[in-house]
């Protein structure tokens, strides 16, 4: 039996009308794709209902991990592994063919993936964006929250694919700025109800407010060869600028309500 034959893809949706057919297009070997969508308006539910392969379910938005978890417990996923992908992810054929190829054993509950950052379909030469287990067998993989995302809580040892996949988001600057501004807020709240010792050294870096946007600017243009891939290197860029620049906002506000709720409680007092 191929190794694909015991995997289904999974994504979600909302209102990916500009990236869901690409998304689809190398996933032609699946017999079964789950779709949850979180009430979509732009087209997509239509160009889902165009595959018959795909089974999509309505799922009133909960949370990034919420809604995961949706998909793994409630919509009769039948094989034992799992291909976890957003809307804008593309897989490659060399991914593909490697997947096929695994025969892994009992104590492998995942296999982890790098992913390619592609700007307007221009491929970067880095980013930030990080490896993740992608691959996993259903029953040992477990969804919860993490600030504006979610992470994979694994039953199992992990492995390394040396295949990638694309992480090309089509949609325009207002709607991602959109986003941005519902991530950040979720981003402070983590951030500050996390304890120092407890966060990394980019999320220390990241809660001194003045220095993560200029910090990340640099770090994508010279460190991770954004200069070298033009208007694209140079937008990716921007974007992770202003994106820190919303959440040092956002901290900083905070702060600030903080700080005059403090001296609310002196003025009652005095």
């Known amino acids: 039996m191929s190794f694909l034959e015991q995997v289904t893809p999974v994504l979600i949706t ?14 032609s070997w699946a017999s ?35 809604q995961w978890r949706f998909a793994l417990e409630e919509t009769g996923i039948e094989t034992p592994w799992v291909l976890h992908l957003d809307a804008d992810h593309i897989v490659t054929t060399e991914l593909i063919a490697e997947i096929d190829a695994l025969n892994p ?52 040892l992990s492995a390394a694919l040396s295949g990638s996949i ?3 988001d089509r949609k325009d600057v207002s709607r991602w700025f959109e986003s941005q501004l519902r991530y950040s807020l979720m981003e402070s709240r983590k951030l500050e109800s996390t304890a120092n010792s407890e966060l ?17 600017f640099g770090y ?30 956002r901290l900083m506000e905070g702060r600030f309500a903080g700080v005059r709720t403090d001296d609310d409680r002196r003025s009652d007092r005095g």
């Open 14 to 27: 909302w209102n990916e009308a500009v990236n869901v057919e690409r998304t689809l297009a190398p996933l």
């Open 32 to 66: 079964d794709i789950v779709v949850v969508d979180s009430g979509s308006t732009d087209g997509t539910l239509e160009l889902l209902g165009e595959n018959s392969r795909v089974r999509v379910f309505q799922h009133a938005y909960e949370s990034p991990g919420g």
């Open 105 to 156: 054993g009992d104590e492998v509950a995942g296999f982890e993936v790098r992913f390619t950052y592609c700007v307007h379909g221009t491929r970067l030469r880095g980013s930030l964006y990080p490896p993740k287990v992608v691959l996993f067998r259903r029953d040992r993989g477990r969804f919860v929250d993490d600030g504006h995302t979610h992470r994979l809580q694994l039953s199992g």
């Open 166 to 168: 694309l992480h090309d």
């Open 200 to 216: 990394s050294f980019a999320d220390r870096i990241r809660k001194l407010c003045c220095i993560a946007p200029f910090a990340v």
């Open 220 to 249: 994508c243009l010279l460190m991770k060869g954004g200069i070298l891939d033009g208007r694209a290197g140079i937008s990716y860029a921007l974007q992770r600028m202003v994106a820190e620049s919303l959440l040092a906002l």
